[in-house]
């Protein structure tokens, strides 16, 4: 797009502006302001956005700091390496105050193939509470129900640093087991 531009400005010899001022194209680029509903010419530096232009979509570049591992001769597994295709589901549960929510979610692609949470409208209907251990058996029921229909039917779950494996998480992984869901724990 570079190119593009400065072969657009070059083929032009001189470009006036609204005062029959001659200006030098290389030098300036326009800029337009709102005054008196004329175009005004500014000068703008050679190292500004306009040079660092992407040919492909007209962005800035820009660059993303990746993370370098600390020993990058390190050797990876074969565990490491297929874990996410030989296991590619896995169930993630959010337990607040208010509601209960799980989903299953495919490890490569990171797209979510079943939701469900007691703030949904026809489960709110029917429970009392949206946070005890009826709703969180009836969250795991749902959920199983709609992984069978997107054919899933195994899925990992491993408990976040802060969460336990009791009570209510346990409850939501007991009633996928029960409702047909095979779910791997990995307990550190």
Request: hydrophobic fraction near 35%.
């Amino acid at each position: 797009m570079l190119k593009q531009a400065l072969g657009k400005v070059f083929s032009k010899e001189t470009i006036t502006n609204g005062a029959d001022r001659l200006l030098r194209p290389w030098i300036y680029v326009p800029t337009s302001a709102l005054h008196g509903g004329q175009v005004h010419w500014a000068p703008r530096s050679f190292f500004g956005v306009e040079d660092f232009l992407d040919d492909d979509n007209s962005k800035p570049y820009t660059y993303q700091k990746g993370k370098k591992s600390k020993n990058p001769n390190k050797h990876i597994s074969f565990k490491q390496r297929t874990g996410a295709y030989m296991e590619p589901f896995t169930l993630d549960i959010l337990i607040s105050k208010r509601f209960v929510s799980a989903s299953l979610t495919h490890r490569v692609t990171c797209k979510q193939v079943a939701v469900a949470g007691t703030n949904s409208k026809d489960i709110k209907a029917v429970l009392k509470s949206r946070c005890d251990i009826p709703a969180c058996l009836a969250v795991g029921q749902i959920l199983a129900e709609r992984a069978r229909e997107a054919d899933v039917y195994t899925a990992t779950y491993t408990p976040r640093d802060r969460d336990k494996f009791e009570g209510k998480i346990r409850a939501v992984v007991q009633s996928l087991i029960d409702n047909g869901i095979d779910v791997k724990v990995y307990l550190d």
